[in-house]
């Protein structure tokens, strides 16, 4: 079965300070895995798409590497500031032929001043 | 830049009602995708549209529909709606199948 499972849940930082998320996946046939910001009520917001050759992929103050062997990737924010309080969503999506995503459940961030 | 535009952005209907949600895919993305998400649940996928054919299904229930049209804007019909369809409705665009999905801002619907 195609899932998608991320930690932690939910993430309390201070304003300034660095944090992972972390994606672990296990969909088959991986095309390729994005990393999604959603503010409450808004559509996703892409950050960042790796394929399976890219190990590490930056946008700004977020980096996101992909492990395709350990099927694992994790998102790093750096001095986080208080606009990065959001749901983060790490999507896989599946190649069958048209491209099908499988949405983890996201982290829920929130930066405190 | 031009983003992908829902319509309407919030949507109040009652119980066996019916409803039809918009969307107008970024100029020249010729893929529609519609996508579910319940309070505190991740989006599902519904349905998607390329070339104003259907190219892929999801989810979807029976009493929804939905097409794309000469202009490649899509449309989603709701019928006999039930309290368990409030939930936020997102519609995304692709430049063509397999590459990045552009959501639109959503289209909150409440059944009451």
């Known amino acids: 079965k195609n899932q998608v499972e991320q930690s932690p849940q939910s993430l309390i930082i201070l304003e300034g300070k660095n944090c992972t998320l972390q994606?672990?996946?296990?969909?088959?046939?991986?095309?390729?895995l994005r990393w999604y910001k959603q503010d409450t009520g808004r559509g996703p917001v892409s950050l960042t798409i790796m394929t399976f050759s890219e190990n590490t992929k930056s946008n700004g103050r977020y980096t996101a590497t992909l492990d395709a062997d350990t099927k694992q990737s994790s998102l790093h924010i750096t001095a986080s500031q208080l606009s990065d309080s959001a749901s983060y969503i790490c999507?896989?999506?599946?190649?069958?032929?048209?491209?099908?995503?499988?949405f983890g459940t996201g982290t829920r961030l929130l930066v405190s001043p | 830049a031009a983003g992908v535009i829902q319509s309407p952005r919030h949507l109040i209907k009652e119980k066996r009602e019916t409803a039809t949600l918009k969307c107008y895919p970024i100029?020249?993305?010729?893929?529609v995708y519609w996508y579910q998400q319940g309070p505190g649940q991740d989006p599902q996928f519904l349905i998607s549209f390329y070339e104003k054919m259907q190219s892929d299904k999801g989810s979807i229930p029976d009493r929804f529909s939905a097409q794309q049209f000469s202009d490649y804007h899509s449309e989603l019909n709701m019928s006999s709606l039930e309290l368990g369809d409030s939930a936020l409705y997102f519609c995304?665009?692709?430049?063509?199948?397999?590459?990045?999905?552009?959501f639109g801002p959503g289209t909150r619907l409440t059944v009451t």
């Open positions: 100029p020249r993305h010729d893929t």
């Open positions: 994606c672990n996946y296990t969909v088959s046939p991986f095309s390729n």
């Open positions: 999507v896989v999506s599946a190649d069958t032929g048209f491209q099908k995503l499988v």
């Open positions: 995304a665009s692709s430049p063509r199948q397999g590459t990045e999905q552009y």
